[in-house]
């Protein structure tokens, strides 16, 4: 007899999720879904059948979802391995998995869409829940070699813009998220992470060195002195504060 899977290990969580499947045509149109997702969308309201997958997703998250299908339809047959992202929708996280579908003369015929609600892994509920923080992200959905993993949040240094996603520095290095910064700026401790800059998001507890250079101010971070991080004037004199500087 095998062993249960422990607890929290992730093969624990993942068994006790039910995957919503969405299956698409060529077109990137619904034609069908399996009963949980019919459970969980406002099917009622969308009527998503033969209508464009985009349509039932925030502005926001468009540009992700679109690339995602755009990166599963350009896979070879040979190597086709679901691509996954994570997005961020009003009081839920969602793990998305795309592969395509190709006909007996391996064609395009269609995709299948299957989603996971891991809110639940990486965030907790707040005993006095704000409208737009309702929920504390504990840990960072990152990619990792066509891989989700999740990191804990204080070991985070910084998180830096890039474009509609963003990169996280840790001791290990940068790793790739799929979330965008202001989605993270939203879910993250306020008393842990600071905004110092349009591009920057710092955990204020891993911060090595606050050095001058002429009129700008730069972060440092203990294991990685070779990265500067610019903080904006407006910003500088509240950041001092917090640092005990001012």
């Known amino acids: 007899m095998s062993a249960a ?126 409208p737009a923080n309702s929920r504390r992200l504990l840990r960072l959905p990152v990619a990792v070699d066509n891989r989700v993993s999740f990191l804990d949040v204080n070991t985070v240094c910084a998180i830096e813009s890039d474009g509609h996603y963003c990169r996280v520095l840790t001791m290990e290095g940068w790793h790739f998220c799929n979330l965008s910064i202001g989605d993270l ?11 110092v800059h349009r591009r920057y998001l710092v955990n204020v507890g891993a911060i090595d060195c606050l050095q001058r250079d002429g009129a700008k101010t730069l972060l440092q971070f203990h294991h990685h002195p070779e990265i500067l991080v610019p903080v904006s004037r407006v910003i500088a004199s509240r950041l001092k504060k917090q640092l005990g500087l001012g």
């Open 185 to 195: 700026q939203d879910r993250l401790d306020p008393e842990v992470f600071m905004r």
């Open 5 to 130: 899977p422990f607890p929290h290990s992730p093969l624990y969580l993942f068994e006790k999720f039910e995957a919503g499947v969405i299956h698409l045509n060529a077109q990137r149109h619904v034609v069908g879904l399996n009963d949980f997702a019919r459970r969980i969308l406002p099917i009622d309201t969308m009527k998503p059948f033969d209508r464009f997958v985009l349509d039932f997703h925030p502005e926001r998250s468009r540009p992700k979802v679109n690339f995602l299908i755009d990166q599963a339809s350009t896979c070879p047959v040979a190597q086709n391995v679901p691509m996954t992202m994570i997005i961020n929708i009003p009081e839920q996280i969602l793990l998305i998995k795309v592969t395509r579908l190709t006909d007996m003369a391996q064609q395009l015929s269609g995709f299948v869409l299957v989603f996971y609600d891991v809110t639940a892994i990486v965030s907790t509920q707040e005993t006095e829940p704000e």
